[in-house]
């Protein structure tokens, strides 16, 4: 079973622009999760998506927003890029249900702002 | 979710036992504990987690504390590719909760 996809791996942009990162999940893996790593903030959960709707969400700025298609694909959308933005993006599919239990991340997509 | 204390870093020799302490003093009785790992610049990889029992899976053992405010992930012979930051987190399994909180994890080197 082929494992979490992410594209693209890495990315440059310029402050002020936007950016969109994309994220296929394990099949039949039907809710999938944003997180942002950095070395300062370390692991931040961005929001979780599941049936096309956000379900749960952290504590980060509107900038910041997702969206997830009928086949689970989920994309993340940064506008107004700033140079904090710079970081490992991860995206991560579980099953659905009652709190699933196992979280499979893929290799993420680094993003650099300058 | 509750809140855990794990060192920053850890040595341990190529072949022996890896022991990973977690402290989760507030912890509810409905929380799991569970171990995540992250080798360099990869994603977190999910390894074990256990409730009240201990636990044990190809990849390593989980052993909780009676009074579930501690834990320790063993791996058994520890290898060069072991060598990562460890995460130990408490969550509670419910449905719209698959928001996972990283703390700074123990960073684990592997000495030849």
């Known amino acids: 079973k082929a494992g979490v996809t992410q594209t693209p791996r890495y990315l440059i942009k310029t402050r002020g622009q936007q950016v969109t990162l994309s994220c296929s999940p394990i099949?039949?893996?039907?809710?999938v999760s944003w997180y942002q790593q950095t070395p300062g903030q370390g692991l931040q959960f961005l929001f979780e998506?599941?049936?096309?709707?956000?379900?749960n969400k952290g504590n980060f700025p509107g900038r910041f927003s997702g969206r997830q298609f009928s086949n689970s694909r989920s994309e993340m959308n940064v506008s107004t890029l700033e140079l904090g933005d710079s970081a490992l993006y991860l995206c991560?599919?579980?099953?659905?249900?009652?709190?699933?239990?196992?979280?499979?991340f893929g290799p993420g997509t680094r993003l650099t702002v300058t | 979710d509750a809140k855990t204390t794990q060192p920053t870093s850890m040595d341990c020799a190529e072949g022996r036992a890896a022991n990973l302490p977690c402290n989760h003093s507030t912890i509810s009785g409905n929380e799991y504990v569970y171990w995540y790992r992250q080798i360099h610049s990869q994603g977190p990889q999910y390894i074990i987690h256990g409730l009240k029992n201990n636990e044990t899976n190809e990849m390593a053992s989980l052993i909780i504390t009676e009074d579930r405010k501690s834990s320790t992930l063993i791996l058994p012979h520890a290898t060069l590719r072991d060598t990562a930051v460890y995460y130990c987190i408490v969550r509670v399994l419910r449905t719209g909760a698959n928001n996972l909180f990283f703390g700074t994890g123990t960073r684990l080197t592997v000495i030849p």
């Open positions: 991560a599919s579980s099953l659905a249900g009652t709190g699933s239990r196992e979280q499979y």
């Open positions: 998506y599941f049936s096309e709707t956000q379900r």
């Open positions: 099949s039949g893996h039907r809710s």
